[in-house]
């Protein structure tokens, strides 16, 4: 029983033992960590350094001042330094991580309206009947001055010519009368060509027509039909009267199915064989119409507002006056520019954040000490840490403090390195005695 007490002991005293040993293991490596390994890293660094200090080429090119007595206990002392840089290695980093903003490029799409000119059809649908016999040379000369404007614009433009009476049947017109005439040209329906349009207007004579009514509206119909395709379609109706209605072409003396596609009452602006409005909008033409201020009705302006165009009066004593008033107003308001748009990619500058991880060395920064010697003494100056040294290849001169050193028989200067960590190293550079040749 004794024996096996004995026996417990021991093995308890041997785990505490083992412990123990572990235990001062942690401590030595633990100091290790903190005392023995950074004071090796130290010495590894501070040997590089001193390697690097001592591959510098320095020398001093002239010395400035009293050495007996320097003035204002200055020297000025010029330096030169030769080739290559001084690299110092240093072993232990610190990181943290930063994030900045950057600038990138990327490709964007941009949309670009483009303008264009565009061009212009004008059919002219004129009133030849003699109730226009007054007015008739002053529409001639006021469509010529309207075209010859219209030349000297940046438009692209076609003109046409639709002349009509009255219907060739009583009590309408007369047998040499005409619904509408289209004047054709060497291009066809219409013409750029200014002295060809003018010789068919001047072929216009006031003459005919029976009642008041006339055949505006076939005049339409048939101008519509003469082959419009610019950018904007215009048929400008100048007239002294109002349309006639159905009942002139269901005379009996002539069958309504023959002349119903040709003749068109105002009944039929909006419905029956042919819709006049429907007509006009599919094919792009707007109707603006010029009528005598006493021949103001509905039918007209309906087909005119209709169509994207407008309705217009004038007074037959002011016709000179009036009507180029309103050409002018139609052509101001007439827009032939067209807009398309082109997309196309270019670069653009946008800012984007950027997270990464920084390593720094210790803090390391040079600067020069200059000792100044006499026969019993000794001075050290050195540079303040604000003021470059000395770059690869350059001679600089720098004034120092003797602090009252006389006599002066020697210099030395050190390149010294300052730790962040208070520790300092210096290596001899360069010495100077007045012996020395420059």
């Known amino acids: 029983m004794k024996n096996k007490r004995e026996e417990s002991k021991k093995s308890q005293g041997n785990v505490i033992a083992v412990i123990l040993i572990i235990l001062l293991c942690l401590v030595a490596i633990v100091i290790l960590w903190k005392v023995v390994f950074p004071i090796a890293e130290n010495t590894q660094q501070e040997s590089e350094i001193r390697q690097e200090l001592s591959k510098t080429q320095m020398g001093v090119s002239d010395v400035l001042g009293d050495l007996s007595s320097p003035e204002n206990g200055q020297l000025e002392i010029t330096l030169s330094r030769g080739v290559g840089e001084m690299k110092f ?35 002219f649908a004129i009133d030849s009947t003699g109730s226009m016999a007054t007015d008739i040379l002053a529409v001639k000369k006021i469509i010529q001055n309207f075209t010859l404007n219209l030349s000297q614009s940046n438009i692209t433009y076609r003109l046409g010519l639709v002349e009509f009476k009255d219907y060739p049947v009583s009590p309408c017109g007369g047998p040499t009368d005409f619904g509408s005439k289209i004047y054709h040209y060497t291009q066809g ?18 003459i005919g027509g029976a009642d008041e009514p006339e055949s ?28 006639h209605a159905k009942d002139c072409y269901t005379s009996s003396s002539f069958t309504t199915n023959t002349w119903v596609s040709c003749y068109l009452g105002p009944e039929y602006i909006l419905s029956g064989p042919v819709n006049m409005v429907d007509k006009l909008i599919s094919k792009n033409i707007s ?17 005119a507002n209709l169509t994207g165009g407008e309705y217009f009066t004038y007074n ?3 016709a000179a006056v009036d009507i180029p008033k309103i050409l002018m107003n139609i052509s101001s308001n007439i827009n032939v520019t ?46 303040p840490k604000n003021m470059t040294i000395l770059s690869p290849d350059e001679l600089k001169t720098y004034t120092i403090q ?23 190293i210096s290596e001899l550079v360069a010495t100077w005695t007045p012996d020395s040749s420059f």
């Open 316 to 318: 037959a004593a002011t």
């Open 287 to 303: 109707l603006y119409y010029l009528n005598y201020h006493t021949c103001f009705n509905d039918t007209d302006i309906k087909l």
């Open 216 to 243: 505006d509206l076939t005049a339409v119909d048939n101008a519509s039909d003469l082959g419009f395709n610019a950018t904007k379609n215009i048929i400008i109706l100048l007239t002294d009267s109002k349309p």
């Open 402 to 424: 003797t602090s009252g050193i006389t006599n002066i028989n020697k210099i030395e200067i050190y390149l010294v390195v300052n730790k962040d960590d208070g520790k300092e």
């Open 89 to 123: 290695v240093n072993q232990t980093m610190k990181t943290h991580t930063v994030t900045r903003t950057v600038q990138k490029t990327r490709q964007v799409p941009v949309t670009k309206t483009i303008t264009k000119n565009g061009s212009i059809d004008i059919v």
């Open 338 to 383: 067209t807009y398309d748009t082109e997309t196309y990619f270019e670069d653009e500058l946008y800012n984007d954040t950027v997270t990464e991880v920084v390593y720094e060395p210790d803090q390391i920064w040079q600067s020069l000490r200059f000792i100044i010697y006499n026969d019993t003494s000794y001075f050290s100056y050195d540079l």
């Open 189 to 206: 329906n219409f013409t750029n060509n200014l002295t060809e349009f003018n010789d068919t207007l001047n072929q216009l004579i006031a």
